[in-house]
């Protein structure tokens, strides 16, 4: 349901250990103000005894108003809760949360009461799902196909990555990405090449329950990162919710399950769907072009068959070849015609789209036969 979120609580709701929290080795120099860092992060020991703490951070502006000195707190959800983030958290899990974020930063120099947890401004968030795949799918495979849309444009994002060997996919800007990664595969990669920055003994040990042979799991991961205030208020609102809300009110199953809905649709459940689609026969499709549309010239029913299978080699793959041969205003007016691919489709889709609607759909939490003992 929920994992990374970012907390500021404003001064006067916090009390620190100053002792606890080490200035950073550099004094920062912004917009005219001097500034110090202060942190209070988790400790070597503690990631190897699987002992998960939040990340601290108070920046200190030299200016009079010392009263707008918050305490930024960073944080994965279900780990503080779980240990892991392959289990997922729910609404009645907000107690227990706050209760073990608030004994985790006492013990980490931060006093701050349940109550001004609950109602901290949250300033970023990862609403996100762990959804497992069946009837033979694998996470590298889903994420390969889905490699094949053209997200970048669709969602009005900057850059895309296909990396680690097909275990991960990332449609991303600053202020806001969607990432899409082999939950399973991230668990033993080292925190520079882990999708999964935050990795502990436990996540790590998780692996290879979920590799074993009797009872092996494919875990597909589907997250959205609003990591900008501004586009995270823009994007709660155009859903129904209210801007800069506090911890309790991003701590909900609709308003995450709306997030994570609204950017699967934007990437797979639009223009694109027939990408999906069982049907691989170039002749069967024509066959079915002539059909459907009997008034349908010959040139544009092989134009629009042509198009259908170099697309679902790749849409951006099809737009680079035809970018290398003539201007953009060319591939545009030929992107124009992407719809009606649809039509032209069979289909038939491959049956991990409806496993994924499905769960989405559904947005119950994700557990493991396996208990994990809570830290």
Same mark, same amino acid.
């Given at each position: 349901?929920?994992?990374?979120?970012?907390?500021?609580?404003?001064?006067?709701?916090?009390?620190?250990?100053?002792?606890?929290?080490?200035?950073?080795?550099?004094?920062?120099?912004?917009?005219?103000?001097?500034?110090?860092?202060?942190?209070?992060?988790?400790?070597?020991?503690?990631?190897?005894?699987?002992?998960?703490?939040?990340?601290?951070?108070?920046?200190?502006?030299?200016?009079?108003?010392?009263?707008?000195?918050?305490?930024?707190?960073?944080?994965?959800?279900?780990?503080?809760?779980?240990?892991?983030?392959?289990?997922?958290?729910?609404?009645?899990?907000?107690?227990?949360?706050?209760?073990?974020?608030?004994?985790?930063?006492?013990?980490?120099?931060?006093?701050?009461?349940?109550?001004?947890?609950?109602?901290?401004?949250?300033?970023?968030?990862?609403?996100?799902?762990?959804?497992?795949?069946?009837?033979?799918?694998?996470?590298?495979?889903?994420?390969?196909?889905?490699?094949?849309?053209?997200?970048?444009?669709?969602?009005?994002?900057?850059?895309?990555?296909?990396?680690?060997?097909?275990?991960?996919?990332?449609?991303?800007?600053?202020?806001?990405?969607?990432?899409?990664?082999?939950?399973?595969?991230?668990?033993?990669?080292?925190?520079? %090449?882990?999708? /999964? @920055?935050?990795?502990?003994?436990?996540?790590?040990?998780?692996?290879?329950? +979920?590799? *074993?042979?009797?009872? &092996?799991?494919?875990?597909?991961?589907?997250?959205?990162?609003?990591?900008?205030?501004?586009?995270?208020?823009?994007?709660?609102?155009?859903?129904?919710?209210?801007?800069?809300?506090?911890?309790?009110?991003?701590?909900?199953?609709?308003?995450?399950?709306?997030?994570?809905?609204?950017?699967?649709?934007?990437?797979?459940?639009?223009?694109?769907?027939?990408?999906?689609?069982?049907?691989?026969?170039?002749?069967?499709?024509?066959?079915?072009?002539?059909?459907?549309?009997?008034?349908?010239?010959?040139?544009?029913?092989?134009?629009?068959?042509?198009?259908?299978?170099?697309?679902?080699?790749?849409?951006?793959?099809?737009?680079?070849?035809?970018? %290398?041969?003539? /201007? @953009?205003?060319?591939?545009?007016?030929?992107?124009?015609?992407?719809?009606? +691919?649809? *039509?032209?489709?069979? &289909?038939?889709?491959?049956?991990?789209?409806?496993?994924?609607?499905?769960?989405?759909?559904?947005?119950?939490?994700?557990?493991?036969?396996?208990?994990?003992?809570?830290?």
């Amino acid at each position: 349901m929920l994992d990374t979120v970012i907390l500021k609580i404003p001064r006067g709701a916090y009390q620190l250990k100053s002792h606890m929290f080490t200035p950073n080795a550099d004094i920062l120099k912004g917009a005219g103000n001097y500034l110090v860092k202060c942190v209070s992060n988790p400790t070597a020991k503690d990631k190897r005894e699987g002992i998960y703490r939040p990340r601290l951070t108070l920046i200190k502006r030299m200016t009079k108003k010392r009263d707008e000195i918050p305490l930024k707190v960073e944080f994965s959800v279900p780990k503080m809760l779980y240990g892991n983030n392959v289990e997922e958290v729910e609404e009645k899990d907000f107690d227990a949360v706050v209760e073990a974020l608030h004994r985790s930063m006492k013990e980490m120099g931060a006093l701050v009461s349940v109550e001004e947890i609950k109602k901290a401004t949250v300033s970023a968030f990862h609403p996100s799902k762990n959804i497992e795949l069946k009837d033979g799918y694998t996470s590298g495979f889903v994420i390969t196909e889905l490699n094949k849309v053209n997200a970048s444009k669709k969602m009005d994002l900057n850059k895309d990555s296909f990396r680690n060997n097909g275990h991960s996919l990332q449609f991303y800007t600053n202020s806001h990405s969607l990432v899409v990664y082999d939950k399973v595969q991230d668990l033993r990669k080292p925190d520079k %090449r882990a999708i /999964d @920055k935050d990795q502990n003994s436990i996540q790590g040990s998780l692996f290879d329950v +979920l590799i *074993d042979k009797k009872n &092996k799991r494919e875990i597909l991961r589907v997250e959205v990162r609003l990591a900008k205030k501004v586009k995270m208020n823009s994007v709660i609102k155009s859903l129904g919710f209210k801007e800069s809300p506090t911890f309790q009110e991003v701590f909900k199953k609709d308003l995450c399950k709306k997030i994570v809905l609204n950017y699967w649709q934007e990437l797979v459940n639009s223009k694109d769907l027939f990408l999906f689609d069982m049907e691989s026969n170039p002749k069967k499709t024509l066959e079915k072009v002539f059909k459907d549309n009997p008034k349908i010239k010959p040139k544009q029913a092989l134009y629009l068959v042509g198009l259908w299978a170099l697309s679902k080699e790749g849409i951006r793959a099809t737009r680079a070849i035809i970018e %290398r041969r003539a /201007d @953009k205003r060319t591939w545009y007016r030929i992107a124009e015609d992407l719809p009606l +691919l649809n *039509d032209i489709s069979g &289909k038939v889709y491959h049956g991990w789209v409806k496993r994924i609607n499905d769960v989405l759909a559904d947005f119950a939490p994700f557990k493991l036969s396996t208990s994990v003992v809570a830290v």
